[in-house]
């Protein structure tokens, strides 16, 4: 199997060792979009919040202090990403704040308006039918919630050899604002904000309220 495509296999599942080390890079690799994303999120002390995809747990540790009468929720398919996202969160899991759950996006183990605010960073380009997370995202999210995702744009991703085709799924603010709208979201909940990152990378930051 080709390097580029074993790494990018890496990503979508981290397993093995080179699983533990794929979170661990990406801990500090994705360490600004995380950021980004979760100020983008506009959290208040009382939100319900679901994570979906949060690999080795870093934004789930952002939001914690941020939702002191809230909770925090997070699903992974990850074996090994559950459980660096547990040992990052573990006082907080202990004191029943956060609850890590190893599943799927596109069947998400939650009842209807579960949550006030729903993170997935760098995660949409897993998503095999888009619409159909994103409807599953809608069911679970309490009507006036206020979704985030952060994908890095289609212009940078394509020149990264990891990021094929028979792993990830690319997007440019187009694209991604189709696939809200095909998921039922209207046009006027939408924003899909270009930013810039360090060396060059340009990334979407886009926001459904
Ligand atoms: C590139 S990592 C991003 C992790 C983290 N959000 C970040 O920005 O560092 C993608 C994560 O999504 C998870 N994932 C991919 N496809 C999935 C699926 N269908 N269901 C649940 N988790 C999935 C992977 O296991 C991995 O931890």
């Known amino acids: 199997m080709p390097i580029w495509h074993a790494i990018g296999q890496q990503l979508q599942n981290p397993r093995g060792i080179l699983g533990v080390l794929t979170g ?14 979760v100020e ?3 959290i208040e002390p009382r ?11 870093h934004a789930i540790r952002l939001m914690v202090p941020k939702t002191p009468a809230g909770f925090v929720y997070g699903i992974d398919q990850s074996a090994v990403m559950l459980q660096q996202a547990a040992a990052r969160n573990r006082a907080a899991i202990r004191e029943n704040r956060v609850r890590l759950y190893q599943a799927q ?6 009842a209807d308006a579960s949550f006030d605010k729903i993170l997935a ?21 309490r009507p006036g919630g206020r979704f985030c995702i952060y994908a890095t744009e289609r212009a940078t991703m394509r020149n990264w050899k990891f990021a094929g085709s028979q792993t990830h799924r690319l997007y440019d603010a187009a694209a991604l604002t189709l696939a809200l709208r095909q ?10 904000r270009k930013i810039r990152l360090a060396a060059g990378v340009q990334g979407l930051l886009a926001t459904v309220s």
């Open 24 to 37: 661990m890079l990406m801990r500090v690799v994705n360490a600004t979009p995380n950021h980004m994303a």
């Open 40 to 42: 983008a999120l506009e």
């Open 47 to 57: 939100d319900r919040i679901l994570e979906l995809g949060f690999g080795p747990g």
């Open 105 to 110: 996006f596109e069947n998400l183990p939650f």
């Open 121 to 141: 960073v760098n995660v949409v380009y897993f998503w095999a039918d888009a619409p159909a997370v994103m409807r599953e995202i809608r069911r679970v999210l």
């Open 183 to 192: 998921a039922g979201f209207e046009g006027s909940q939408i924003s899909v």
